[in-house]
């Protein structure tokens, strides 16, 4: 069983930038590869980006956020982040981090576990 609470959403002009954290309970984090998606109003939840089990493993992202969006975790604080830069109004959206073990997947369905979502929004 894996807990999942975001944070680190908040209100942010065109062009800011914010950091989203996850933090995990359980002591299996590590064998979890980690993802967040994202859910506009009115639209279906979609994927963002996603990073395998190691610290420095594989990661995937979405088109719309490459170059912008980064992800990454530390396994020793069961943590994993998403730093978005270069925000764009269409980035407005509910946040949530999910688990499923070891590799990456990038449909809602590969994962198990799910937080409850950190809002951000972008302001034009």
């Known amino acids: 069983q894996v807990q999942l609470v975001e944070s680190g959403g908040g209100l942010v002009q065109a062009g800011g930038s914010l950091r989203l954290s996850c933090a995990a309970s359980g002591r299996t984090f590590s064998s979890y590869a980690m993802g967040w998606f994202r859910q506009a109003p009115g639209k279906e939840r979609e994927f963002v980006a996603a990073i395998n089990w190691r610290n420095n493993g594989n990661t995937l992202y979405a088109d719309s956020v490459k170059g912008r969006f980064t992800i990454s975790r530390d396994n020793a604080k069961n943590t994993v982040y998403l730093q978005m830069i270069i925000l764009k109004p269409e980035d407005t959206a509910v946040y949530y981090c999910?688990?499923?073990?070891?590799?990456?997947?990038?449909?809602?369905?590969?994962?198990?576990?799910w937080g409850r979502g950190t809002q951000v929004t972008v302001s034009s």
């Open positions: 999910a688990a499923r073990p070891w590799v990456v997947g990038t449909h809602i369905g590969d994962y198990d576990y």
